[in-house]
């Protein structure tokens, strides 16, 4: 049976937190802080000292994959417009949830400013843990020899939001604290969640999902994602 294994973030450490923080809001640090002061900093630090980022990994076996469902050996099965090189080489998914949690203490802010400035350093801070969370995972599969494909998340292009559900329900030992909207959304907010294609087969060039985001021109960063690899369409 496969086991539900825990990662500790490091919130000390976290991968272009900086970065993303001025992703999401915009705007570039160095204006911030001229015009800001040490707000900014010291809100952030709040962030960091309020809340401890932790995951869930999952690897579950694949007992059939079509270019419309991806059926697990434990009879999970997920929904959606899947690529077909996962059709072609995926043997096994790693099934994870990862998230910031509840606040350790009340939070509190002066302003309208400042809220809106703490919930782009959780943003961020979930974002950065992720990008540390999936390093952790593809260092202990490519470590068996095995590679990974990009990881697919409910709501992705191609992949309903209703798969929550049955991602959710994989996880019988432990959910983080993590509940479910009736709509699908993940509780607490600041959370994530998803697959990462297992294959024994290096992957190529090819397999990339940017190509394939129908919201390029569109997107929650205006068509500039930060984290996009391919190159936007004209």
Do not use: H
Not at 81 to 90: E, L, N, Q, V
Not at 107 to 116: G, I, M, Q
Not at 130 to 151: D, S
Not at 168 to 192: A, R, Y
């Amino acid at each position: 049976m496969a086991t539900e294994q825990l990662f500790q973030i490091d919130k000390e450490n976290l991968p272009i937190l900086d970065e993303i923080f001025s992703s999401l809001t915009k705007m570039d640090q160095t204006v911030l802080r001229e015009k800001f002061g040490t707000k900014v900093e010291e809100l952030k630090q709040q962030v960091k000292d309020n809340f401890q980022p932790i995951g869930i990994l999952k690897r579950c076996k694949i007992e059939n994959i079509t270019e419309d469902e991806i059926t697990l050996n434990n009879g999970t099965v997920f929904s959606g417009k899947f690529p077909d090189y996962y059709i072609r080489t995926c043997s096994e998914l790693a099934v994870y949830q990862i998230t910031i949690g509840e606040p350790q203490q009340a939070e509190f802010t002066d302003s309208v400013f400042d809220e809106y400035i703490v919930d782009a350093w959780k943003s961020a801070f979930i974002e950065s843990a992720f990008f540390q969370f999936y390093q952790l995972c593809r260092a202990q599969i490519t470590a068996e020899g095995n590679f990974t494909l990009p990881e697919f998340s409910p709501g992705y292009e191609g992949f309903p939001l209703e798969n929550q559900r049955q991602l959710f329900d994989i996880f019988t030992e432990n959910n983080l604290g993590l509940t479910l909207s009736p709509q699908f959304l993940m509780l607490p907010l600041k959370s994530l969640s998803g697959l990462i294609g297992i294959t024994k087969q290096k992957p190529t060039d090819e397999y990339n999902p940017c190509e394939i985001c129908g919201m390029q021109n569109d997107c929650t960063y205006s068509g500039k994602c930060s984290y996009r690899t391919a190159l936007y369409s004209s």
